[in-house]
Each structure stands twice: as C-alpha cells, then as structure tokens.
C-alpha cells in the first residue's frame, strides 16, 4: 500500500526560505508525476503549486515562478521555497498522480499528511 509521508513547513519571515518533502512509501509504480498543491486560510480549494513528472519536466503556478524550486530524488519530492511572500501562508500537501489504463487524466488518488507553512509579514 503506498502512502505519502510530509515533513518540513513551520514558520519564516517574509522573505526567508523553506523546504518541504515528501517520500513515497510502497513504491513507485505507475507513477507519473508528484505535485504540491496547497490550501491557504478559509479557501476551500487546493490549487497546484507546482508539478514534477517522472522525466523530470516541471510545472510552476504563476506566483511562485522563479521562487519555487520542485524537485525528485528517487521517490521524494522536494519544495524549495525561497523569498517567501505572507501569501504562501497554508497547508501543503503532496499527492501523486498515477497513471491508470494509459488515461490522460490526472488521478491523484494519494495524498500526504498535510504540512502547515506560515509566513510572517
């Protein structure tokens, strides 16, 4: 059985850094990219943070494009986050996207624990 394990987050001023990990436990298979989303305060949604495939290619939200940092070492993802704003203020997590049947659609049918990130002005 995969399962997510996060660490890292905590609090920084405005303009520090911080990184985030994520380990995939259980294997690898069938996996096609790792992500971060993240959920701020009172929003309901997550929305991607930034996206790593397997091949290495690498997707940033607008906002954090050049500060951000995703990357893979065997089967953990990391987030690099540097001159961080109050903004990126929430919970983070890291799902995989697995591939099922050859399916374009994304299947994030995995999800870490949740790290909690909190920037000060």
């Known amino acids: 059985q995969v399962h997510l394990v996060q660490s890292g987050g905590g609090l920084v001023q405005s303009g520090g850094s911080l990184r985030l990990s994520c380990v995939v436990v259980g294997g690898m298979n069938n996996i096609r990219a790792m992500v971060w989303y993240r959920q701020g305060p009172g929003q309901q949604r997550r929305t991607t943070v930034s996206r790593i495939a397997i091949e290495g290619a690498t997707e940033y939200e607008d906002s954090v494009q050049g500060r951000f940092i995703i990357s893979r070492d065997d089967n953990t993802v990391y987030l690099q986050m540097n001159n961080m704003k109050p903004e990126a203020t929430a919970v983070y997590y890291c799902?995989?996207?697995?591939?099922?049947?050859?399916?374009?659609?994304?299947?994030?049918?995995?999800w870490g624990q949740g790290t909690k990130v909190t920037v000060s002005s």
């Open positions: 799902p995989i996207d697995r591939l099922i049947d050859d399916s374009p659609k994304h299947n994030y049918d995995c």
